[in-house]
């Protein structure tokens, strides 16, 4: 079975304190995605990644970086933490288009930013 | 852009019914469309994935329907028990690349 494991399950920061939060697979999958996920807005792309040192915005970018330096993990970063990113935090991974584009997702971080 | 609706009332049926919920999405008919769980607190985790040229998909006491015309899945969960209870997503390709938009999900609660 895939495992998508986080860091972290819950998480609190103080606002302009920098976050990592941090993916790895188990599964040799080129595909990473980093989602964000709050009520009524359902799961949003922050940033994905195809291959190690590969990275492309997702449609919500603004306030993220990420790092893929071994094909295993995947790390998200908040350069300086504010309180409307406090969310549910949630990273996935999958093997390349063209064969399954199931999407195997890890248990989530919950972020808190005071 | 590729816009999903599903339905953000909850659904709330009797145990042994059977369950349907709806996903309608707004522009190019996708490759395939896939179906999602996700309990409280917990990622999301694959349930079926159905491809534009199969009708309908079959896992046990699920079931999956694909109309292009429509625009439409419905997923539907026979005999419905308790720990069927959970909050159902779909989401279809996007982009190219393997990207995936979802939808917003339904709650379906299965009460005694």
């Known amino acids: 079975d895939v495992k998508v494991t986080q860091s972290s399950r819950y998480l609190v920061k103080r606002t302009g304190e920098k976050v990592f939060l941090e993916c790895v697979q188990d599964?040799?999958?080129?595909?990473m995605f980093w989602y964000r996920q709050d009520p009524g807005l359902g799961l949003r792309l922050i940033y994905f990644?195809?291959?190690?040192?590969?990275?492309e915005k997702g449609d919500i970018p603004e306030g993220y970086s990420v790092s893929r330096e071994k094909k295993e993990r995947f790390s998200l970063i908040l350069e300086s933490a504010s309180t409307n990113q406090t969310s549910m935090y949630l990273c996935?991974?999958?093997?390349?288009?063209?064969?399954?584009?199931?999407?195997?997702f890890g248990p989530g971080t919950r972020l808190t930013v005071l | 852009s590729q816009k999903i609706e599903q339905n953000s009332e909850a659904l709330n049926i009797q145990e042994g019914k059977t369950a349907t919920l709806t996903c309608n999405y707004t522009?190019?008919?996708?490759?395939?469309l896939q179906w999602y769980r996700q309990d409280p607190g917990r990622g999301p985790v694959f349930l079926l994935l159905?491809?534009?040229?199969?009708k309908e998909k079959r896992k046990e006491r699920l079931k999956v329907t694909f109309d292009t015309t429509l625009k439409q899945s419905l997923f539907h969960i026979t005999a419905s028990q308790p720990t069927d209870s959970a909050t159902y997503l779909c989401?279809?390709?996007?982009?190219?690349?393997?990207?995936?938009?979802f939808g917003t999900g339904t709650q379906l609660k299965v009460e005694l």
């Open positions: 990644s195809y291959d190690v040192k590969m990275k």
């Open positions: 522009n190019y008919s996708p490759a395939y």
């Open positions: 989401a279809l390709a996007t982009g190219g690349g393997n990207k995936l938009t």
């Open positions: 159905i491809r534009e040229n199969e």
């Open positions: 599964m040799d999958h080129e595909n």
């Open positions: 996935a991974s999958s093997l390349p288009s063209g064969l399954t584009d199931t999407q195997y």
